[in-house]
């Protein structure tokens, strides 16, 4: 099955600097990757998401990168602002409805002002 | 309504107790899920229902047992629970095309 490692479990950053969460995956099955963001106390939220058929996607502050051949993808986040942080997870899985999703473990990120 | 209701927000039960979480969508999904989450932990796949059909049991204990009435509502009833099954709860859904949309969770005790 599907294995996705995430790092780091914890990034502290300052207020408008930029943060990377950085995520692998091992089964080059997958072919969808979501981020989510989580505060506490709240329900997961989808903030940004990627096809394998594209390399990097752009929304506002957040962009994801997609390496393929190495089975790894990135989110990145710039001009952080105190109201980024929460738990951020990266997942892995194949796009249709009903499939599974494989969650990395979190990363909890502070943006301290 | 891109809004996925979870009831009931908290709930605590005795080891011996029988309960049910309610989850509902308006928005047209075919596929339904129920994940279990720890404190500090991602979310745990525990079911998915296709088309109101049980698609994906990670092989989750016979205490817990999911039911899918129709293509809006999803049902986990809750038997003779331990004290590790305390967790938050989420229901989410999704349809082709379309991101998963997770619920508030409902936040369980088992005392």
């Known amino acids: 099955g599907e294995n996705v490692e995430q790092h780091p479990s914890t990034l502290s950053v300052q207020e408008g600097d930029s943060a990377v969460i950085k995520c692998t995956y091992s089964?080059?099955?997958?072919?969808?990757f979501p981020w989510y963001k989580q505060e506490l106390g709240k329900r997961p939220q989808l903030i940004i998401d990627i096809r394998s058929n594209v390399g990097e996607k752009k929304d506002q502050r957040i962009a994801v990168t997609l390496n393929k051949t190495a089975k790894h993808f990135s989110l990145h986040i710039t001009e952080t602002q105190p109201e980024d942080s929460a738990v951020y997870f990266c997942a892995a899985g194949q796009w249709a409805a009903g499939n599974k999703l494989t969650f990395g473990g979190g990363t909890r990120v502070l943006v301290k002002p | 309504d891109t809004e996925v209701t979870q009831t009931p927000k908290h709930l605590v039960m005795g080891m011996t107790n029988k309960k049910s979480l309610k989850c509902e969508q308006h928005m047209g999904h075919r596929a339904m899920y129920w994940y279990k989450q720890k404190a500090k932990k991602p979310p745990e796949l525990m079911f998915v229902y296709s088309y109101e059909k049980l698609s994906i049991n990670e092989s989750v204990p016979s205490r817990f047992s999911p039911e899918c009435p129709n293509s809006s509502l999803l049902n986990l009833h809750l038997h003779a629970l331990q004290p590790e099954d305390s967790a938050l709860y989420l229901c989410a859904s999704s349809q082709e095309g379309t991101e998963r949309f997770f619920g508030s969770g409902t936040q369980l005790s088992v005392l």
């Open positions: 089964d080059s099955a997958s072919n969808y």
